[in-house]
């Protein structure tokens, strides 16, 4: 399957089931007989700007529209506890849980600054095009999570 109509998939299950995570799409997809790999998925969540949030019912996955990227960036923001940074790397300390959704709004900005993101459970380490500009990237990251 081709990844205009996986991503099409994905797309139709998340805006129509409660999906809390990865696994379960993965479980979905599987039942529509679409098999992907995890590093695949993970690729298309960053294309799409899919991130996980949490409502009354735990957490759930999101397809942000055109209208809804100020509500996903003020979602993220909130979820992102600090951005600190020393002479080569910049680190973001979120939530609990809360990483992967942060690493992939920070990759779906794509800033040329930002070579990429590499997201843990509760860490992002961001990783810039150059360490001559850490602080304009850092003030950058700060202005797009809406972080003091």
């Not at 690493?103 to 095009?129: H, K, N, Q, W, Y």
Request: without cysteine; charged residues 25%; aromatic residues 2%.
């Amino acid at each position: 399957m081709n990844k205009t109509l996986r991503q099409r998939k994905i797309r139709e299950l998340v805006e129509s089931h409660e999906v809390s995570g990865q696994q379960e799409l993965l479980g979905l997809l599987e039942k529509s007989g679409i098999s992907v790999a995890q590093a695949t998925l993970s690729r298309d969540f960053a294309d799409m700007g899919i991130v996980r949030t949490r409502n009354a019912n735990g957490y759930r996955l999101v397809v942000p529209d055109d209208s809804s990227e100020d509500i996903i960036k003020g979602l993220v923001g909130m979820e992102v506890l600090s951005v600190s940074a020393n002479e080569t790397s910049i680190i973001i300390r979120t939530l609990p849980g809360r990483a992967h959704g942060v690493g992939s709004f920070l990759d779906g900005l794509r800033s040329p600054e930002i070579l990429g993101t590499i997201a843990g459970d509760d860490t992002v380490l961001v990783i810039p095009s150059t360490i001559r500009q850490i602080s304009s990237i850092k003030s950058y990251i700060q202005k797009s999570l809406s972080q003091p």
